[in-house]
């Protein structure tokens, strides 16, 4: 993973009033702002780096100066609500609140419930999110019964009906006409302003933070991959709109920028769309989830239940597990171990009996099963031990039923030649870029091994809180410029 400090800007404006340095370095920052790409490989902003001509987008520049779903729309059809309840640690946002006893505030910003939500916490003042059809934000009874008025009055500013009147939507689903658009980031940096500025974010003796999740890069990365000069057109527009969005922060938190601390990321990479990569020799191929689970439920009942089929797998599973029906293993008697095992001991010989991969596949791309890994296995912590199973253990939980979690070739995913998605341990799904801005970080690209979780641990460290409570981060204290000892400063007058 690749890390890169920006402290440019800031560490220039900083300059400008020396005397000042030591207080200003110890006084906290005024605004976190944690921002999330949602499908953001670490490769991505290299890649279109010439293309990234904003002053204060992705590329900051020197010489600039620079419970119940609430508000949701009559008719919309929703899940039930949402909460931070099921989340079984605190946040970085969690640990501020605490810190200063309840006074910072806290908002999380996203398209998707889970992103806003788990970004930003438990004692977070809000978080915001969007009813999929209408585009219009909502949130939860959790933290409220009303939406603010200012949320009111976003909604019904007509932004989200133009922005899909801009991008020629059918009006059929904001989320994913508009959110796959540089128009749908706009929107949602709109609204973060709209929060900032109405919760005077940035305002107050304390740091305050927001967590932004922006979508719109997995909404298309799925449909269309890495690659495609569609994706690389939306990264483009994402630059534009975070400059916007910065050089808008620069003129609303006291002091500017030179008192907001960003951390950029993406929650996971991608791999490159099964078609282009096989074509350039890798042993890429595609098969059918479904198609694999009907095969293996015929074989099952061969096995069996002869001349009786059953459904001993569901269809319908979160790729790349394979859920077990429990209630048929158990008429045949059979313990989860013994069931997940015999699941996991057929799949492989199944894949390469009955998925051939693309026509005129080489049989060295053909599809396959490399390792099968049980829910007993993974509760138990019968992994490996090594770098695969501590991921293994990092991604299991113990909700849900039977089931088995399987690690195919690498390059090697379900569905078409063209689309694609991330789901394995492989080093393209885990690759994501980790930036820092702020007048506390030394500018430079780093090239060690860092993880998202690093972000957490390291300004938690500079705020002088508490980690979260379940923080495996590392702080990267090589980004950090040193700190003045307070005793050099010059004397405080009382
Ligand atoms: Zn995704």
Not at 33 to 49: H, K
Not at 188 to 209: C, P, S
Not at 416 to 424: E, P
Request: net charge negative; glycine share 8%.
């Amino acid at each position: 993973m690749r890390l890169l400090g920006k402290a440019v800007a800031a560490a220039a404006m900083a300059a400008a009033c020396v005397s000042a340095v030591a207080d200003e370095y110890h006084a906290k920052p005024k605004l976190v702002v944690i921002l999330v790409l949602d499908q953001m490989r670490g490769d991505y902003l290299d890649r279109y780096r010439d293309d990234f001509k904003t002053a204060n987008g992705f590329n900051p520049s020197v010489d600039d100066d620079d419970y119940k779903v609430v508000g949701a729309p009559a008719g919309a059809t929703i899940t039930p609500g949402q909460s931070p309840r099921n989340q079984m640690a605190s946040t970085l946002g969690d640990e501020i609140v605490l810190a200063t006893h309840g006074e910072a505030k806290v908002f999380g910003i996203s398209l998707k419930d889970r992103a806003a939500i788990l970004t930003s916490g438990h004692a977070t003042q809000g978080a915001f999110w969007i009813d999929q059809k209408s585009g219009h934000f909502i949130t939860s009874t959790y933290w409220m019964n009303d939406l603010p008025a200012y949320v009111a009055k976003f909604n019904a500013s007509g932004k989200a009906e133009a922005a899909a009147k801009e991008v020629g939507g059918k009006g059929q689903n904001f989320y994913n006409e508009v959110g796959a658009t540089p128009a749908g980031i706009r929107y949602e940096l709109e609204f973060a302003e709209n929060v900032i500025d109405a919760e005077q974010l940035g305002k107050h003796a304390v740091t305050d933070m927001v967590t932004i999740s922006l979508s719109s890069t997995d909404i298309l990365g799925h449909a269309v991959g890495p690659n495609d000069p569609k994706q690389r057109a939306l990264l483009d527009g994402a630059d534009v709109e975070l400059d916007k969005f910065f050089t808008w922060l620069n003129a609303h938190v006291d002091g500017g920028m030179a008192n907001v601390w960003v951390a950029m990321s993406g929650d996971h990479g991608v791999a490159p769309a099964v078609g282009e990569t096989q074509k350039l020799g890798m042993p890429a191929n595609t098969f059918s989830y479904a198609g694999l689970i009907d095969a293996m439920n015929e074989e099952l009942t061969k096995k069996l239940s002869p001349g009786n089929p059953q459904k001993f797998l569901l269809q319908g599973g979160e790729y790349a597990y394979f859920p077990l029906d429990q209630r048929v293993w158990e008429k045949l008697h059979m313990s989860e171990a013994d069931a997940e095992n015999m699941v996991a001991a057929m799949l492989p010989e199944v894949m390469a009996k009955t998925q051939p991969g693309l026509p005129g596949s080489k049989p060295a791309s053909k599809p396959l099963v490399r390792r099968v890994f049980t829910k007993a296995q993974m509760a138990s912590g019968d992994l490996p031990n090594n770098d695969l199973g501590r991921l293994l253990q990092h991604s299991y939980s113990p909700n849900g039923g039977w089931q088995v979690f399987a690690l195919f070739g690498e390059y090697q995913l379900p569905g078409a030649a063209t689309g694609t998605t991330h789901y394995a341990p492989y080093s393209y799904d885990r690759h994501v870029p980790l930036d820092f801005y702020g007048s506390a970080f030394i500018p430079g690209t780093y090239h060690d091994r860092v993880a998202p979780v690093d972000i957490a641990a390291t300004f938690a460290s500079l705020l002088r809180i508490n980690q979260p409570s379940a923080a495996v981060g590392h702080v990267l204290t090589q980004i950090l410029k040193p700190e003045v000892e307070p005793a050099a400063a010059a004397p405080r007058t009382k």
